[in-house]
């Protein structure tokens, strides 16, 4: 957006291991490769699912042969919890996919290049509730490994799948607190006043 | 506190919190009614206690009933989700306190002695500050004031002191009037039930306490 628009103003920090991501000389290649990205509307490429997962190792070289790629292939979409259901049908189109596969796909194409962050925004605002279940759970078991950051704006969700949880409103972070902290007991009255549905 | 966006809600909220009001001065009623019954020894109010004990119970189960409801239509958070998680725990120590007045007053009929004079003052004395401190601590849920509850479950220690001298000087009687000593007992067990009202009035404090604050009160109650 930096570049696109030219009134494109940012303030604030960002930083990941200390390191602000906001600044000219960052390599927003590299920064790519740290943090994935899944996004509201399940947006999975017009390829073959296989190729869905393999696109972002071979561009980033993670892969020495095809051996390699289809072991990556299969361990992400295993992590995403999605091999039992598209072992079969690897060479089928990832659009041809449920809305709920194809968040899974996404997220499975986003762990295929091994990122340290997963920022998740609103994954399962499309979805049904099983499927949004399925996205929760996968959360749960992803959040091991990976450092994930997800906006909501369902709270309930938020109160499901986070440690900790930021309120932000019109621009400010308002309130981070421990997840437990803000929907019992949160410190800043327009925190309570927000989630409780008293915001005027 | 400003109210919700969503009208429904607010009403549901306001009306479990006004189901909880009029349980709770039910209860009022029939502790103070038992203790009238128990001075006057009038059985015809006795009668009417405990026909009215039903009515608590129906209390606590529409409670129960609005809670539930609250929780899985609304997904209260915050103060809100406090309120209604406290609501339940109210109605059930007054509930008790129910019980505990109607047992009061199914004892009355096995009193012979006269109370009404300077040698019971005592048990009124107890009755009167217990009832005083339900009222308060009804009030202090009424108008969310944690500072009225908190000064309530402070003062249960006064409590504790006359129940320890009604305790001590039924016993004296009992030492004297050796022929009265059914009554006496079940006096005794009167003062042990209105002692009991005192500390379920305190732990009601505690939920309007934790409700409001969000935190419990610190520290052990004071104790006589």
Redesign the interface.
């Known amino acids: 957006m930096n570049d696109v628009i030219d009134i494109c103003k940012v303030e604030g920090s960002i930083k990941i291991d200390g390191q602000e991501i906001n600044k000219k000389d960052v390599d927003v290649n590299l920064l790519r490769e740290k943090v994935g990205m899944v996004f509201q509307k399940p947006n999975p490429f017009p390829k073959s699912i296989y190729d869905n997962i393999a696109y972002g190792p071979r561009i980033h070289g993670l892969a020495d042969n095809k051996d390699d790629l289809d072991k990556i292939v299969e361990s992400s979409l295993k992590k995403a919890a999605l091999w039992e259901e598209v072992k079969d049908r690897l060479n089928q189109p990832g659009t041809g996919l449920s809305g709920g596969q194809q968040q899974r796909l996404c997220i499975a194409r986003t762990i295929s290049i091994n990122p340290e962050v997963i920022l998740m925004d609103e994954p399962c605002s499309a979805l049904d509730p099983i499927a949004t279940a399925k996205i929760e759970e996968l959360i749960d078991e992803l959040k091991k490994t990976y450092t994930i950051v997800i906006v909501t704006h369902s ?2 969700q938020a109160a499901r799948v986070s440690q900790n949880t930021g309120f932000f409103h019109l621009g400010k972070i308002l309130e981070f607190n421990l997840t437990e902290k803000i ?4 410190d800043n009255k327009l925190t ?2 927000y ?6 | ?6 009208s429904s ?1 607010e009403e549901q909220l306001k009306k479990l919190h006004s189901t909880v009001l009029k349980m709770g001065a039910l209860c009022e009623s029939q502790f103070a009614n038992s203790i009238i019954a128990l001075v006057k020894k009038d059985e015809e109010l006795v009668d009417k206690i405990i026909g009215k004990d039903d009515r608590i119970d129906e209390l606590e189960k529409k409670i129960d009933e609005q809670v539930v409801n609250l929780i899985t239509l609304r ?8 309120e209604t998680v406290s609501a339940m725990r109210i109605a059930s120590e007054l509930e008790r306190i129910g019980d505990l007045a109607k047992n009061i007053a199914k004892r009355v009929k096995n009193i012979k002695i006269e109370l009404n004079n300077e040698d019971f003052s005592l048990i009124r004395s107890a009755s009167e500050l217990v009832q005083n401190n339900l009222k308060k601590t009804l009030d202090s849920y009424s108008k969310n004031d944690e500072k009225l509850a908190l000064s309530v479950w402070n003062s249960d220690k006064e409590v504790d002191v006359v129940i320890n001298k009604l305790l001590q000087d039924l016993l004296n009687h009992m030492k004297k009037d050796k022929k009265n000593i059914e009554s006496l007992t079940h006096l005794l067990f009167i003062a042990k039930n209105i002692e009991r009202i005192g500390d379920h009035s305190t732990n009601i404090c505690e939920y309007v306490h934790y409700f409001i604050k ?2 419990d009160i610190k520290g052990d109650r004071p104790k006589a």
């Open positions: 709270m309930s929907f019992k007991n949160p309570q006043d989630i409780t549905g008293r915001f005027g | 506190m400003s109210e919700h966006i969503v809600y997904q209260p958070m915050a103060i809100d989700l406090r969000g935190e």
